[in-house]
């Protein structure tokens, strides 16, 4: 297949990139792009070069067959460095994504023109690595130094609108991007060209930018390397010479290609990239899905409502009752004017999604729902009530779903007619945010449901993992597993703050007794509370005796930690260590390291246990739940990959 065609309009060359999927920069790509320049560069026909690609997208990046390989040349630092250097003008056209490695062939062309809705970006730091190929060394030098700081650290993608208004682009089309290029090349060629950027100077930033930069950077990183070794080079492109500076990034490039956390981002991303598409459901359609009905307006039902809707789905809310209702939309609205308030939707856009969402407290409105999704008070009989009623008005191919993070979805179902069409769809909280969605299918699940869970994923961008049936599910009953190893070793004398301090140093924004108090301490002690009622063996746990006593998080000002006038920075608490001093030994202290090891061993250990009982499919099943609904630190890989390192 040839990848590269060349094709010539009075005097202007168009070179067409066609490698698809999405023209990544294989090392055949790679000769292509070099053996382009040097034929142009000795066509004297050619004034300037266009360089576009086919199908939907410029080049979106690296060739993803290639990664963890050793690099083969022609290496990409060079290809840029050509086109850069080449004797006539490159004018990179842009639709789609240009990320990455795209976007440094982008920066070697002399002028860059996008599309309106093409995205631009430095992604390396999310796979463990930092741009290979002068990304760090040519960004600064055209957008100045804090600015390619944030864009380089964070990894986070531009539209074409806000890379133009930063000066990494010269031009947005709307209409033909070819055409409009064309001219562009001719209209450049009656004009002093502008220096190549890397013969560009970068204006020293302001004194006490690198430290304030550092702690910035520092602080997000939260332990991956990638972002730090990024500002260091940024900071060398500042201070060395041009290709002082393009060798130091290569070889940290190099570096952190090599290392266990890029290793780590590298299972990640491609466990992302394979989680809608689960094997078993090859060659299954799933139904029509087009508009969905949310029963519940509660915190967790509103989260699911502004999903839906930014997913573009027409939603209907139902509620009890008029009071209930009216407060549902409420919860739908503060979610909106949040978004809208940290600039991530306009005013129109809110004010359209609340006119389009169609709200009542008769289930009748549901008739012609494709999907309708329960989220109402965790309890059972709440729940089977409302398949009830779903079961005389909703039609009979629609599918029914409960959101349900403990029950047991069977029983829910166990008197709906139809049951084919039921499933479990867990939701985290806040739903419009979290991204994992566990699907629970029930054994009557029909295949084309499971589906039609999955295909509901990815309209909403969330990241699906089946799970089977258990208390708590995949995510849920390692969760209970990792607070009761932490009160374990608070029963053996280690102190709250230490586990907590050793398990934040591991990469998670809270360590285990923290994040009890930020969700509420009550909702675990009332499942517990209710499996006692109906018989079971519920040992007590620490944290029952400090609800008994009105402790249930930060909302009544005290859980494991204090929290004095409202604050949200947990203190040490006295009345804890007198409450509890009775269950607690008076050990020596235990290192972060031996902390870290014990819960992280109960979360592998719960884990190998799920997966022999055949609840979740695969490790890596687990390292996503874990990942997007607990976060457990990406570039550790998750759990079960993080103890698989351990043991190796």
């Known amino acids: 297949m040839t990848l590269i065609q060349i094709r010539h309009d009075n005097g202007i060359a168009i070179v067409t990139v066609d490698n698809p999927p999405v023209n990544a920069l294989s090392q055949a790509l790679r000769q292509g792009l070099s053996d382009a320049v040097n034929q142009l560069d000795h066509d004297p026909a050619v004034q300037a070069v266009v360089l576009v690609c086919a199908g939907r997208t410029f080049i979106a990046g690296a060739d993803v067959s290639e990664f963890g390989s050793p690099p083969q040349p022609p290496h990409l630092p060079d290809i ?67 600015a390619a700081v944030t864009l380089v650290t964070t990894g986070k993608t531009v539209k074409a609108r806000a890379a133009l208004e930063m000066g990494l682009i010269d031009a947005v089309t709307s209409s033909d991007l070819l055409e409009n290029a064309i001219q562009f090349a001719r209209d450049a060629l009656t004009r002093p060209l502008p220096q190549p950027i890397s013969q560009r100077p970068i204006a020293a930033p302001e004194p006490g930018f690198w430290q304030e930069a550092d702690a910035r950077v520092r602080k997000s990183a939260k332990g991956a390397d ?38 780590a981002l590298r299972h990640v991303f491609f466990a992302e990239r394979a989680a809608p598409r689960p094997a078993h459901l090859k060659g299954i359609s799933p139904l029509p899905l087009k508009k969905v009905g949310v029963i519940g307006g509660g915190t967790m039902g509103a989260g699911i409502v502004a999903a839906c809707q930014g997913a573009g789905l027409a939603v209907t809310l139902v509620e009890r009752d008029d009071d209930a209702l009216a407060q549902g939309v409420a919860n739908v609205a503060r979610i909106h004017d949040g978004a809208v308030k940290r600039g991530r939707m306009t005013q129109a856009v809110r004010d359209a999604h609340l006119d389009a969402l169609t709200a ?177 063996d519920v040992p007590e746990t620490l944290g029952d005796i400090l609800v008994r006593a009105g402790r249930k998080g930060q909302k009544t000002g005290g859980g494991w930690y204090d929290y004095p006038d409202g604050s949200r920075q947990p203190k040490p608490s006295d009345t804890v260590a007198a409450l509890l001093a009775p269950h607690v030994a008076r050990n020596p202290a235990m290192d972060a390291g031996e902390i870290v090891a014990r819960i992280t061993n109960a979360i592998a250990a719960e884990g190998h246990a799920i997966l022999n009982e055949g609840i979740a499919a695969s490790a890596t099943d687990i390292d996503l739940v874990k990942i997007h609904g607990y976060g457990y630190p990406r570039w550790r890989g998750g759990p079960m990959f993080y103890a698989r390192g351990k043991s190796d």
């Open 226 to 263: 990638a972002p730090l070794r990024a500002l260091d080079c940024l900071r060398r492109a500042c201070d060395a010479p041009f290709y002082e500076a393009l060798a130091f990034e290569r070889q940290t490039f190099l570096e952190l290609r090599a290392s266990p956390q890029a290793a």
């Open 80 to 146: 840029v460095d050509r086109i850069e250097g080449a004797r006539k003008p490159w004018i990179a056209a842009i639709h789609g994504a240009a990320l990455g490695g795209g976007f440094e062939i982008a920066l070697g062309c002399r002028f860059r023109l996008a599309t309106e809705n093409a995205t631009l970006g430095l992604p390396e730091v999310n796979l463990g690595v930092i741009p290979g190929a002068s990304g760090t060394v040519r960004t600064p030098r055209l957008i100045g130094i804090p």
């Open 360 to 536: 009542s407290s008769d289930y009748a409105a549901l008739a012609q729902a494709d999907l309708l999704i329960e989220a109402v008070f965790e309890k059972q009989d709440v729940k089977r009530d409302v398949f009830a009623k779903l079961a005389r008005h909703a039609r009979a191919d629609a599918v029914l779903a409960t959101n349900t993070s403990y029950l047991d979805p069977r029983e829910i179902a166990a008197d709906l007619p139809h049951p084919e069409r039921f499933i479990g769809l867990h939701f985290f909280s806040p739903a419009n945010v979290m991204r994992l969605l566990e699907i629970v299918p029930i054994p009557q699940t029909a295949p084309e449901t499971l589906a039609t869970g999955f295909e509901f994923a990815q309209r909403l961008g969330k990241i699906p993992v089946q799970s089977g049936i258990c208390d708590g599910f995949i995510g849920n009953r390692i969760l209970k597993r990792t607070r009761a190893e932490a009160e374990a070793l608070l029963r053996q004398g280690v102190p709250i703050a230490a586990i907590d301090a050793a398990m934040r140093g591991h990469g998670l924004a809270m360590g285990p007794f923290e994040a009890q108090d930020l969700g509420g301490l009550d909702i675990a002690y009332l499942q517990r509370e209710g499996a006692r009622a109906q018989g079971h």
